[in-house]
């Protein structure tokens, strides 16, 4: 495609519910990324993945998050039992490769509210 | 805590004049810093980046700045237009860590007023 998709753009849930948030990279990047915006804030790194392995997955917040890549294309982020505090945008990204100093392309993110 | 932050939360300049967005990084062992501009209901969009092995960077209306002795990094826009009316965040690359991913400030709401 012609940039990262994301899907829902938003979603509503209830309290303890569990939500899949989706992300289409571009075509070819291999590298992918998952950051979390909340309101007024700056981005917060969750996780990120070469092909279909996640290196690195210091920045999920808890044990309730969690992600997979199958493919090295599509990758889903699942939050298990939601709370109010989970409420925030959550971006997607992803790059040619993985590296330091590569650009990433952003998705224009899914608005999570839990209620 | 973060690592980057900016100063200023809002800046409001009139159309046509120059504006600077200035950021304050804490790891002097940063090496790599991007200026990202996002604007309502949108990712986040690539502006212009900058290598430690330098100390300016321009791009088309806008340069970069690098000052590394007192971790200081500035973003400056020319002649300002609507269209540049957004949050503007600096970012930097972990430096030496297990993650590639990148380390937000807060950003700067710019207002461009007609």
């Known amino acids: 495609g012609a940039g990262v998709s994301q899907s829902p753009s938003n979603k509503v849930t209830e309290k303890g519910k569990d939500v899949e948030l989706r992300c289409d990279p571009i075509?070819?990047?291999?590298?992918l990324y998952w950051y979390r915006q909340s309101l007024g804030q700056g981005l917060e790194f969750l996780i990120y993945?070469?092909?279909?392995?996640?290196?690195?997955k210091s920045g999920l917040p808890s044990d309730r998050f969690s992600a997979e890549r199958t493919g090295g294309s599509v990758s889903t982020l699942t939050i298990q039992r939601t709370q109010q505090e989970d409420s925030a945008v959550y971006l997607c990204?992803?790059?040619?490769?993985?590296?330091?100093?590569?650009?990433?392309?952003f998705g224009p993110g899914t608005r999570l509210t839990v209620t | 805590g973060e690592s980057v932050g900016l100063h200023l939360p809002t800046l409001s300049v009139q159309e046509g004049d120059n504006s600077i967005i200035n950021c304050a990084y804490s790891?002097?062992?940063?090496?790599?810093f991007i200026w990202y501009k996002q604007e309502s209901g949108k990712g986040p969009q690539f502006i212009i980046d900058?290598?430690?092995?330098?100390d300016k960077r321009q791009g088309q209306r806008v340069t970069v700045l690098l000052n590394k002795t007192v971790k200081h990094l500035s973003l400056q826009i020319a002649a300002t237009q609507p269209g540049d009316s957004a949050v503007y965040f600096c970012?930097?690359?972990?430096?030496?860590?297990?993650?590639?991913?990148?380390?937000f400030g807060k950003g700067t709401h710019l207002i461009i007023q007609p």
């Open positions: 900058i290598r430690s092995n330098m």
């Open positions: 075509s070819g990047h291999t590298a």
């Open positions: 970012a930097e690359n972990n430096p030496g860590g297990g993650a590639d991913g990148l380390t």
């Open positions: 990204a992803s790059s040619l490769e993985a590296g330091r100093r590569v650009e990433q392309y």
């Open positions: 790891n002097s062992a940063s090496d790599y």
């Open positions: 993945f070469q092909g279909n392995s996640a290196p690195d």
